[in-house]
């Protein structure tokens, strides 16, 4: 009987050997932003302006009530810029150890102040959504009209000398629809709950843009004056807003 010879499919054996955690929480998150990317038809812009190394601060505006920007834009930086972000994610996510578990596995780190200035201090890319939930569960009629910042990334930003890289996505709007927002904080603070229209993704055209970094040409020290602060924030927040607008005109219709 003729032998049979050849080598076995090495990838096949590769996954197979994988441990059980490895699988779960970078293999299968890592094939199924893939799809989505796909899905999205996702172009990203700006990719040069996140640092190869040392402390930096992503800022993106936060939209979609599922959030799936937070993952997307994750698998973005660690995919095309080679870093893997620390993201600055709500409380709820670390409420129990059910959420709170995966949510360590796959970077994610409860937004705190004190947090994510450890994180910078440690020179890792940090990501922060200065609007918090107030973007992503802003009702669509409020579509890209960027809520008002937060300024502790400012703050954070100015201890630790780390640039700041204001970033736009486009797209996650139109990808889950929300009809209203309820505030339910008389019962837990930070409570706000989505009524969404759809729960399966719509297929609109995603865009990722990565501004130039904004260096603060200003000492630790500045950190303490709140009205310097609050300038900061505000002019990052106008210059998001601008680029949201020009990329808004630039694609025309959000599903072709």
């Known amino acids: 009987m003729k032998k049979i010879s050849g080598k076995p499919n090495e990838k096949i054996f590769g996954l197979l050997s994988l441990d059980r955690e490895t699988l779960i929480y970078r293999v299968l998150p890592r094939f199924l932003m893939e799809i989505l990317r796909k899905y999205f038809r996702l172009e990203v812009e700006g990719i040069e302006n996140i640092p190869k190394h040392g402390a930096a601060l992503i800022t993106p505006n936060h939209s979609g009530y599922s959030g799936f920007d937070v993952f997307v834009l994750s698998h973005i930086l660690s995919r095309d810029a080679r870093r893997i ?13 059910t959420t709170a ?12 102040f004190e947090n994510g200035l450890s994180a910078l201090k ?11 939930e107030h973007g992503n569960f802003k009702p669509s009629s409020q579509m890209y009209q960027l809520q008002e910042f937060r300024r502790g990334f400012v703050r954070m930003a100015l201890l630790t000398g780390s640039p700041i890289i204001p970033t736009v996505i486009v797209g996650a709007e139109e990808t889950h629809i929300n009809l209203s927002t309820l505030k339910l904080t008389k019962f837990l603070r930070g409570l706000v709950i989505p009524l969404p229209l759809n729960v399966i993704p719509l297929p609109a055209k995603w865009r990722i843009k990565f501004l130039e970094p904004i260096h603060l040409p200003y000492h630790a020290e500045a950190a303490d004056d709140p ?19 020009k990329e808004l005109r630039k694609r025309g219709s959000a599903y072709l």
């Open 101 to 112: 578990i995966p949510a360590k596995k796959v970077g994610f780190t409860e937004a705190t």
């Open 85 to 97: 972000p620390r993201v600055l994610a709500h409380y709820f996510w670390f409420l129990s150890k």
């Open 227 to 245: 009205e310097l602060v609050h300038e900061i924030a505000n002019d990052v927040q106008e210059k998001m807003q601008a680029a949201l607008k």
């Open 122 to 132: 440690k020179k890792n890319l940090v990501v922060i959504f200065p609007e918090g």
